[in-house]
């Protein structure tokens, strides 16, 4: 069996590519079509991997700036050949899925999540990124693309989603039914210790969906120490509205980060994820999460065992939850328990069941439970 993968862009390093690196270590021989690679970007992750790029790669601006030139994404990825494949499997929260293939090609897709900025949050996507004349102008090429959107999706023989939640937008979007199998954590890394400090911990891009900007206003109305990893264009924002107890760590290697996750007091999960790996990592080190009560968080996060949820996305309702859960005694080495459901090598078996199945259109229900 000839495998190749495809995914949408490579030009950071986040929860889709953690997927794509497994996938890919799974099958080094396979190929990795993508729109755009920068391999600085992704930390040199799939540095000597078969990379094939569409020829948004030799326009400028396209490895930093991608997110302008959504019109042609379409077209590129439809250029690719798989005619050499016997399966091709897509990981995509936007274009990858619109390949063309073959009709004795196998093209399976791993949705992380049916495209966002075209559906439920295309109103959202307007209002953060043009100005209200321009929002008028860029509205009909957002109706085009949601029209080719919905027409890809039916070029997919199998889907599968990252979650229950992804599996019912799946079927609300495309109208297709769906297998789900959860991302792989890599429950190795990290580890438990009694030693924890005093610091709660956030971990993500920091982008306006996230809602760090809750985050810190809550903490820094308790006057209560938080840590806050990553990056992106909400962070000279959040700094200026932070009070001294909230430090911004910036981008931190994935060796430092285990450490950050066991001595935390707990990890702050204030926004709706389609599956979300962050309170996983976070249970894998013993921690517990505050976390919304909405999407992926409601699979991964078992109330009063692993964390405690907050029901709206207000700081009255963050900062309950946070004084609920310092109330509370915690088990380290029961919350680790219930992450390694979510572990790497489940996922390496559940794929490769689909995967190398001869039968393309076997039914499959898997999922860390």
Known sequence: MKIALVHDYLTQFGGGERVLQVLSEMYPE???????YDER???GVFKGRDVRTSFLQKLPFTKRHHRLFPLLMPLAIEQFDFSEFDTVLSVSASFAKGIITKPSTRHINYCLTPTRFLWDDSQRYLRENYSPLLNKIVAPFLSYLRIWDHEASMRVDEYIGISRFVQERIKKYYDQDSAFIYPPVDTTKYFVTELADDYFLMVGRLVGYKRFDLAVKTFSAMELPLKIVGDGPERARLEQMAEPNIEFLGLVSDYKMPELYAHAKAVVFPQEEDFGLVPLEAMASGRPVVAYRAGGALETITEGVTGVFFDQQTEIDLSLAVGKLQQMTWNPEK???????????IFRQQMRGILESEDAKTEYSFGAF
């Open 30 to 36: 396979a190929p990795i079509y993508t729109l755009v």
């Open 41 to 43: 970007a992704t930390g």
């Open 335 to 345: 919350i680790r328990e219930h992450a390694m459901k979510f572990d790497i090598n």
